[in-house]
T-cell receptor, first 112, second 113 residues
């Protein structure tokens, strides 16, 4: 069964706008990670946030984590056409650091 | 560094045939995993390994075998291919724990007819 569910399933925005994707999960976690997948390619790790962290930044990416609500959000600021991809959250449940459980992903389309 | 290398990139099998998907990494990573990706399902863990000689089952292990005789290689064997195994397969590796994120291969697209 999927641990994470992303919302929305698909998102279309114009270049320069911000994109926000949400992830909800079901069980306790050690950390939560976000990955990007370009069409027909493998996944690329973007950012990791630990369960004791509430917010993390990396370049144009901002991730928040609310463990009380079992949810996370990924914000991409000033989006570019190159950001067009699918984005997945992945959870590392407490005590199982070797296993990631992925959500179903958000497909982001950034148009010029 | 090549990272994580998967071969072949594409494969068509007939029902009942067996084959091995190859995965190799040159980063001296301890952790390696196999996932399958199906439309609308995200990625599901098939098998994983925390080091040479150590493997364990993931969420969907039935119909697949793995072994880890070296740190570098983690092949996935399909014992008797079924149409339900049509999918894109990804191998991934990580150093020590998943806390630093996984490095993924480019995938193998498998079709079973």
């Amino acid at each position: 069964s999927q641990q994470g569910e992303e919302d929305p399933q698909a998102l279309s925005i114009q270049e320069g706008e911000n994109a926000t994707m949400n992830c909800s999960y079901k069980t306790s976690i050690n950390n939560l990670q976000w990955y990007r997948q370009n069409s027909g390619r493998g996944l690329v790790h973007l950012i990791l946030i630990r369960s004791n962290e509430r917010e993390k930044h990396s370049g144009r990416l901002r991730v928040t984590l609310d463990t009380s609500k079992k949810s996370s959000s990924l914000l991409i600021t000033a989006s570019r056409a190159a950001d067009t991809a699918s984005y997945f959250c992945a959870t590392d449940a407490t005590g199982t650091a070797s296993k990631l459980t992925f959500g179903t992903g958000t497909r982001l389309q950034v148009t010029l | 560094n090549a990272g994580v290398t998967q071969t072949p990139k594409f494969q068509v099998l007939k029902t009942g045939q067996s084959m091995t998907l190859q995965c190799a990494q040159d980063m001296n990573h301890e952790y390696m995993s196999w996932y399958r990706q199906d439309p609308g399902m995200g990625l599901r863990l098939i098998h994983y390994s925390v080091g040479a000689g150590i493997t364990d089952q993931g969420e969907v292990p039935n119909g697949y075998n793995v072994s880890r005789s070296t740190t570098e290689d983690f092949p996935l064997r399909l014992l008797s291919a079924a149409p339900s195994q049509t999918s894109v397969y990804f191998c991934a590796s990580s150093s020590g724990t998943a806390r630093r994120g996984y490095t993924f291969g480019s995938g193998t697209r498998l079709t079973v007819v």
